[in-house]
């Protein structure tokens, strides 16, 4: 599936995408009376977070989840969670209850991921399919912690994987799998900066591309690529 492309300023992004995540959510409050999405941490966070905070929404009726977290305490600002809750969950007042944590700083990382997948389960059904999905994407072309050639990419039992070596610091974590992410009716992508160019043009020009964001471009039904013109830098006037 082609993403929709928007290229411009970070700050006008994070405007469009809490227009985007208002839309959606209204559609699916509608709909189905639930909407649930799943959130990063790193740019796309500290970018998108802050308009979330202002949005007048039913908040009472949605479901958040993580799409990764690092194996780190709730009050560590390395967590996820800690960024989430600082731009966005505090100061919408967001009801603790639909805040579904992805507790990854428990000793025992398999048993993390289990009782992550236990919540998500729970609340979505099975197979969960979420209504969004947030996602940054890595220099290497990572999504969520599913990182190029990792076994965690491959997983296909699970809805939530341990990662206790990613190359990314700290190492260890919990990902939402694969198929978890593909199965979202919307993906929303945010990258921002050259660093990321590279990893965007192969996921959106290069068919066979084994990069984690190429494989779940190819793979989702709709998918918006939220990026500034430095990320964007590597695309022809055509790939846009
Ligand atoms: C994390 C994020 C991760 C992030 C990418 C890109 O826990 O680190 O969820 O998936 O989105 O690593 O991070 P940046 O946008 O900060 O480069």
Redesign the pocket.
Known sequence: MRPEILIAPPADLAGIFALLFEAEARQALARRGRFSCAV?????AEVFFPPLARLALDWGRVDIFW????AVPASDPES?YSLARRLWLSPAGIPPERVHRMGADGIDLPAAAAASEDDLIRTLGRPPRLDLGL????PDG????LFPGHVALDETERCVAAVPDAP?PPPR?LTLTFEVLAEARLLVFG?FGDAKAAAIRDGVTKADSPLPVARLLREASRAFLFVDQEAASLLSASDR
């Not at 990063?40 to 796309?44: F, H, I, L, N, Y």
């Not at 996602?135 to 890595?138: A, Q, S």
């Open positions: 990063p941490g790193g740019s796309a799409v990764d977290e690092r996820n996602l940054g994407i890595g990572h999504v969520a912690s990314k974590r990258a």
